[in-house]
């Protein structure tokens, strides 16, 4: 990065961030990280290559929680691409896009089911809060647990025939059990990919670990005053300051079945490079959502990775080894994480011996 040949040519290391929550969990996290007694709390998400804030009430002085920094640094990835955008993200996406990524990833341990809850489509955004970005998300479910003798699963969708005003006067009384019963439930395995688009009601259950891709905002709108654990929600956590009135606009109240939900919105892996050395895998793409992409690369040796020419990420889930990309290479090791400038290309992976490596790769907005 010292030279105007190397900027935006080879990948950047960068910080593990976790954001405050309402909702508790965290201790998968640590483990991942190779704390094995970690504990669940209000830290349960770790947030990669991110541009973006967390919203917090009460913790509005600090000022980038979840925001990524250069690795060993106080500067914030936002900082870096703001410097010279077309550079690290490609001369097409900064003249349509600025320094904005588009997307944003993270990983999620829930300990507890999250409040149910609902983020606004583009055109509710850019109406609500004067945001050109909605929050469609993609769940990857990395593993899971049970917890009180549930198994992991996810709320997401309305059962059929529930309206608004229902809806609205299960939130007015706190009808908690009321609410769950007007959703979808199923349980997740490790392996399964999930749709969540904007206005669609969802909720992760206890003890679900994922990984999740969505755009970059932090608009979430809750409908429960209390978390399972009776942590009581502020009223801003639950409206974001449009009012309990408003935020009902945020929902699609659409009827789908379980197998219509099933059908459109559980994604199937595409398998796009199979070699002995090792594979990758689109677990979602551009054919089922322009807003992003999701890969896995497996690497039991040397394996080279197609690169588009655009940015995107990597996060280490397993291993260790080396990349390699313009002459020049960088330690790969679990739980590290990689901005990739647009300039890369393709890049070569190649595991340690005996320590194979699987990695999430990640892609913002199809141009």
């Not at 990948?11 to 007694?37: C, E, F, M, V």
């Not at 429960?224 to 009581?232: N, Q, V, Y």
């Amino acid at each position: 990065m010292k030279t105007n040949e190397t900027i935006g040519h080879f990948p950047i290391r960068l910080d593990n961030p976790r954001a405050w929550r309402t909702y508790l969990g965290g201790s998968q996290l640590d483990l991942l990280h190779g704390k094995p007694d970690g504990e669940d709390g209000h830290f349960p998400e770790e947030w990669i290559m991110s541009v973006v804030a967390a919203r917090n009430a009460g913790r509005e002085d600090i000022r980038d929680e979840g925001m990524s920094h250069i690795y060993g640094t106080e500067m914030t990835l936002k900082e870096l691409l703001e410097k010279d955008p077309a550079a690290y993200l490609g001369a097409d996406h900064a003249a349509k896009s600025g320094a904005s990524l588009g997307v944003l990833v993270k990983l999620i341990d829930s300990a507890e089911r999250l409040t149910l809850q609902v983020h606004p489509d583009r055109e509710t955004a850019m109406k609500l809060f004067h945001s050109p970005y909605g929050k469609t998300e993609c769940w990857h479910i990395l593993g899971g647990h049970e917890v009180d003798g549930e198994k992991p699963c996810i709320y997401f969708g309305f059962r059929e025939g529930i309206t608004r005003e229902y809806w609205k006067r299960l939130f007015d009384e706190q009808d908690i059990p009321g609410m769950l019963s007007a959703m979808q439930k199923f349980e997740v395995y490790p392996g399964d990919t999930i749709l969540i688009e904007s206005g669609m009601p969802h909720a992760i259950g206890a003890g679900c670990f994922l990984a999740e891709i969505q755009e970059p905002t932090d608009f979430t709108i809750r409908v429960e005053r209390t978390t399972p654990s009776g942590f009581a929600v502020a009223d801003f956590m639950c409206h974001q300051g449009l009012g309990f009135e408003r935020m009902f606009d945020a929902f699609h109240y659409v009827s789908m079945s379980r197998e219509e939900i099933r059908d459109k919105y559980f994604v199937r892996p595409k398998t796009i490079q199979q070699e002995s050395s090792g594979s990758v895998a689109t677990l979602i793409g551009y054919d089922t959502t322009p807003l992003f992409r999701l890969d896995e690369i497996r690497a039991a040796s040397e394996l080279t990775v197609a690169n588009r020419q655009s940015f995107g990420g990597l996060y280490v889930l397993e291993g260790e080894g080396t990349l390699c990309a313009n002459g020049r290479e960088t330690a790969l090791e679990k739980t590290a994480q990689y901005f990739i400038p647009a300039g890369t290309g393709d890049f070569q992976i190649r595991a340690a011996s005996g320590r194979p490596l699987r990695i999430l790769h990640f892609y913002g907005p199809e141009e």
